[in-house]
């Protein structure tokens, strides 16, 4: 079965944030969304969903056709340099991954799992495939308190999956 992208947005803590959900149907996509909240038990409603798989540009269907007919229904978010990934199934939130390098460079990652942060970072980073590089992969969020978790929880329930940065407005995806 071929499925659809539908973009959403929903209001979560005063704020308007916009995901993406494979799905049947419009019907079937508010249901992943309401299913997601309540297990969450986040606040928070759907303003708008909108089929977009049929719409987008070129330069935004890397990997689309593969997560539409192999993915499960739920979340996906698009990274410019891997494509279109789901978001891990049963797995209802993305999580913060830290990438330490022996060098002393730190990276910070949305994923779903640690395997995939990790190929999220070597792809976006435009390693080749002869590098060889050390790093350490860790629990991003562990030491987080304070502002210093700014916009992380709407980022991990939302999206998307990628490199990502904290800044003067919080936790944001990294361009």
Avoid: C, Y
């Avoid at 916009?18 to 297990?39: C, H, K, L, N, Y």
């Amino acid at each position: 079965m071929r499925f659809e992208l539908f973009q959403i947005a929903v209001s979560r803590a005063g704020r308007r944030v916009t995901g993406f959900v494979v799905a049947p149907s419009a019907d079937r996509a508010e249901e992943i969304v309401a299913a997601q909240a309540d297990e969450l038990d986040r606040d928070g409603r759907v303003l708008s969903i909108e089929r977009v798989d049929d719409t987008l540009p070129p330069q935004r269907r890397k990997g689309l056709d593969a997560l539409l007919e192999t993915a499960p229904p739920g979340f996906a978010s698009f990274n410019a340099a891997v494509g279109w990934v789901a978001h891990a199934v049963p797995a209802l939130r993305l999580q913060l991954f830290r990438i330490d390098e022996p060098t002393g460079d730190v990276h910070h990652v949305v994923a779903p799992s640690s395997d995939v942060a990790a190929a999220l970072w070597w792809t976006s980073i435009h390693r080749s495939g002869r590098d060889t590089r050390l790093f350490r992969i860790a629990d991003g969020a562990a030491d987080l308190v304070g502002d210093a978790k700014l916009g992380l929880e709407v980022l991990l329930e939302f999206g998307p999956a990628g490199l990502a940065e904290f800044g003067e407005n919080g936790w944001q995806p990294k361009d």
